[in-house]
């Protein structure tokens, strides 16, 4: 079977963001299909392909995947306007693949939604089979942060979300409540699996070489936060837990955030003004890089603004990065991952918005480091136990091919 893969950011392991669509890909290269993935460039991102843009684009052949990139730089820095000009673009150069390429499959991954466009055209005007993955629920999560308030765009973004989901054959989400979500929109459970992200154990555990930023002693406690800086992260929990600890005098804890985004400038204002030498701002790093510094650290931090539409409706790669990498988890929000962490006591669970028991528990975890470690081995047993990439890739291509139910 030959697949016609939509997603705007997708990036190999050489890239410093997610890498799910990469595996996939070659998943169901190794599964005997061909794969040709649509893309655009994307900062943070490395698609492989270093020839010139020729038409507005350039292709090539990575890893047995046959891409197809789009010269639409987008980064997580630009204003909505600007973004959403780029997530049409993509729509439109793909369309004109997906109703001229040969292919048996169009599947489309999101965010954005728009990523879908084309393979509903090629749904109704070319019988082409289409599959739907859906990573976060729109318009309900920017309606619910107050990103987008203007009626007629959440209007437009809602009948795309009904269409997509009606145009699909079938749905992947990534987290139970986008499962939940796409059943509210009228579709069958039966046509939905959920299968969230997973655990690069092989990128994360073999041949690495632990390092720590500068300004961080061995002896300190390291906890990081690897992800974009922006409005849904809620960054400021972690800067209000650094202040928390300043003024308790714990010198000994180090709070690294590594990552870029919209919100980065405004933060390390924050912290450079309110004196927060114990937190340390990183850029992003490829995948390789970032397993050092996991191996390095000694807690990961998994934050996002406490808005109650995260809590069931997200799947964050950092979460997965860090059992991979058999890193404990510091969670601030409640939900699935919070239920998973506290039943698998393989991490950290706080309440949203409250620094003092954000700051507790990062004492508690420097205090008590035998405990800590026992948390670590239980993270990496629940990465190799139900997350392992390999196996979740596996009942992907099989319900994104149909050979069989997931």
């Known amino acids: 079977m030959h697949v016609l893969y939509f997603h705007q950011h997708f990036s190999t392991p050489r890239g410093a963001v997610g890498i799910r669509s990469y595996e996939m890909a ?34 090539g052949t990575i890893d047995g995947i046959d891409v197809v990139e789009f010269d639409l730089s987008y980064s997580n820095q630009d204003g909505f306007l600007r973004r ?24 489309a991954t999101t965010t954005p939604l728009t990523a879908g466009i084309p393979a509903i055209v090629a749904r109704w005007l070319r019988r082409k089979p289409f599959v739907f993955e859906v990573r976060d629920l729109w318009p309900e999560l920017p309606r619910a942060m107050g990103v987008i308030t203007n009626p007629f765009v959440l209007g437009a973004m809602s009948a795309l979300e009904w269409l997509s989901y009606r145009s699909a054959n079938r749905c992947i989400a990534l987290a139970p409540g986008i499962a939940q979500g796409i059943a509210r929109r009228g579709v069958s459970e039966g046509a939905i699996a959920t299968i969230p992200n997973g655990c690069d154990i092989d990128i994360f555990r073999t041949d ?14 390291l906890a990081i936060f690897t992800g974009t800086h922006g409005m849904a992260n809620g960054l400021d929990a972690v800067l209000d837990a650094a202040r928390v600890l300043i003024d308790r005098g714990r010198d000994d804890i180090k709070l690294a955030l590594v990552g870029d985004g919209r919100l980065k400038g405004r933060l390390m204002e924050r912290a450079q003004q309110e004196g927060l030498r114990n937190v340390i701002f990183h850029p992003p790093v490829d995948k390789r890089r970032l397993a050092g510094l996991m191996a390095g650290a000694d807690l990961g931090m998994q934050v996002l603004a406490n808005v109650p539409a995260f809590y069931y409706g997200t799947s964050p790669n950092k979460f997965f ?72 890739a596996d009942r992907w291509v099989s319900w994104v091919t149909g050979e069989r139910q997931a």
Request: charged share 25%; aromatic share 10%; glycine share 10%.
């Open 26 to 59: 070659r998943r169901l290269i190794a599964r005997g299909h061909r794969v040709t993935m649509v893309c655009g460039s994307y900062g943070g991102g490395h698609t492989g392909l270093e020839g010139r843009f020729s038409r507005g684009r350039r292709r």
């Open 84 to 107: 959403s000009a780029t997530f049409l673009k993509y729509a439109w150069g793909s369309l004109r693949i997906a109703l001229s390429e040969p292919y048996d499959l169009a599947f």
């Open 208 to 221: 690495v070489s632990p390092w720590r930023p500068e300004g961080v002693n061995q002896s300190d406690l």
């Open 321 to 392: 990065d860090y059992i991979a990498a058999g890193l404990p988890v510091l969670n601030n929000y409640p939900g699935w991952l919070a239920e998973m962490i506290d039943r698998e006591s393989c991490g950290i669970v706080v309440p949203p918005e409250d620094a003092p028991a954000f700051a507790d528990a990062l004492e508690k975890a420097a205090d008590d480091r035998t405990e800590l470690q026992m948390m670590a081995s239980r993270a990496a047993v629940l990465a190799e136990r139900d997350f392992q990439r390999q196996a979740l």
